[in-house]
Every structure is written in C-alpha cells, then in structure tokens.
C-alpha cells in the first residue's frame, strides 16, 4: 500500500499559490498519486492525478519527484473557497482509494 | 443536475430502527461505492460494485447491505442500527473498478441514532 503523509493544516494568505507537501515514500512503480479536497459539509472532491510527469489542469497542478517519494499540490491563486481537507491518496494493492487525515488548509483573508 | 445525489440528506432515527440510504448516479458510470465517515473525519471504504456485482465487502457489520437494482443505482440498508452507526455516509461512482479517472462524491448523508 502507498501509504501518504501529509502535514495536519497549514495556512495561505489569499491569492497567494498554496503548495501543499505529500510524502509517499512506499509508493510502487504502477501506483497513482490521487488528490481529492473535502471542502466543509461536502463530498470529497476529485483535484488530479499523476503516474510520474507533473501534471496540470484548470484547478491545480500536481509536481512529482523524480524518484516519486514525494509530491506537491499546487494551487496558484488560492481564494477562500479552497479551504478545505485536502488528501493524498495512493491506490493500493486492490486498487481501492484510501483517504488519511488529509491537510486542513486555511486560506487567510 | 447532480451527478450523484443521495437521498437523505439527513436521517435521524432510534437504535434499533431499520434504515435506508438512497443513492443514484446519472453519469453512466460503472461502479460505485459506499464511503464512511466518522466523528473523527476518516473517510473509509464500505462496499463496491461493478455493474450490480459486489467487488468490495470490507470489515462491515452485517447489519450493513448494500443492494444495486441497476448500474445507476445502488442502496445501503442498514438493520439493527446502533449509536455507533452515527457518520455521514457518501455515495461515489467511477468509471471502472480502478479509478483512474476519479470518484465523483455525492453529497453525504447524515445519520444520527439516538
């Protein structure tokens, strides 16, 4: 199993980009890194995924190391609506999302 | 337009009581699946089907069944139910049994026994 760790919270001032820090050091060859938010009282919310290259889409970037032990969520501009849980998630062996604790990432006005 | 939607979205009912959580998905997808979530905010995997066919059981009571008329749907009954039972309950779809495209979540399900 990928297993991930991710800091509790952190905090980002508003427009500033938000770089938030997964560690998956167990991850295997052909395991996806997935990251998901759960913004308060809602259901989680699919970001991005990666295999090896960074990725980018219309809400995030997603920047993975080289040896793939750690990666780095980006949201450029933050606002107060991404406040949130946000998860780094590994498939494991069965391929079943398994979400951890998560960041708690507050957005400062 | 929701693309899962789940029904209730608020349950509050007695121990002992039978329940059940309605979940639908007008996305196309073949699989979905029923999360946990308790007090302390861990998201965790209750079943999985593909195509009304069960793929996933974890370590759940079976007071807890799940039951897929058709793709698009797929129901949680809850027997028996107990305080412990008290979470939200989400409802998600993906396209194949290995998401790598994403689950789409639906909003949850509060269920509080008293």
């Known amino acids: 199993d990928a297993k991930t760790t991710q800091p509790p919270s952190m905090d980002c001032a508003e427009g500033r980009a938000a770089n938030l820090p997964c560690n998956h050091s167990?991850?295997?060859?052909?395991?996806?890194v997935y990251w998901y938010r759960q913004i308060h009282s809602q259901g989680p919310q699919y970001i991005i995924h990666?295999?090896?290259n960074n990725e980018t889409n219309e809400m995030a970037s997603l920047i993975i190391t080289e040896d793939r032990k750690s990666s780095t969520l980006i949201l450029p501009h933050a606002t107060l609506r991404d406040t949130a849980v946000y998860y780094c998630?590994?498939?494991?062996?069965?391929?079943?999302?398994?979400f951890g604790k998560g960041t708690r990432l507050h957005i400062l006005p | 337009d929701t693309a899962v939607s789940q029904t209730p979205k608020y349950l509050v009912t007695q121990m002992g009581n039978d329940k059940s959580i309605k979940c639908e998905q007008n996305?196309?997808?073949?699989?979905m699946y029923w999360y946990k979530q308790d007090s302390k905010k861990f998201l965790k995997i209750m079943f999985s089907?593909?195509?009304?066919?069960?793929?996933i059981n974890e370590t759940v009571p079976n007071r807890f069944s799940p039951k897929s008329p058709d793709k698009a749907h797929l129901n949680l009954h809850i027997n028996s139910l107990e305080l412990g039972d008290s979470a939200v309950y989400f409802c998600?779809?993906?396209?194949?049994?290995?998401?790598?495209?994403?689950?789409?979540f639906g909003s949850g399900t509060r269920l509080t026994v008293v």
């Open positions: 998600a779809s993906s396209q194949e049994p290995r998401p790598l495209y994403g689950y789409t």
């Open positions: 167990t991850i295997s060859g052909n395991e996806y």
């Open positions: 990666g295999l090896k």
């Open positions: 998630i590994g498939l494991n062996r069965d391929d079943k999302i398994i």
């Open positions: 996305l196309g997808h073949d699989t």
């Open positions: 089907y593909n195509n009304k066919e069960l793929i």
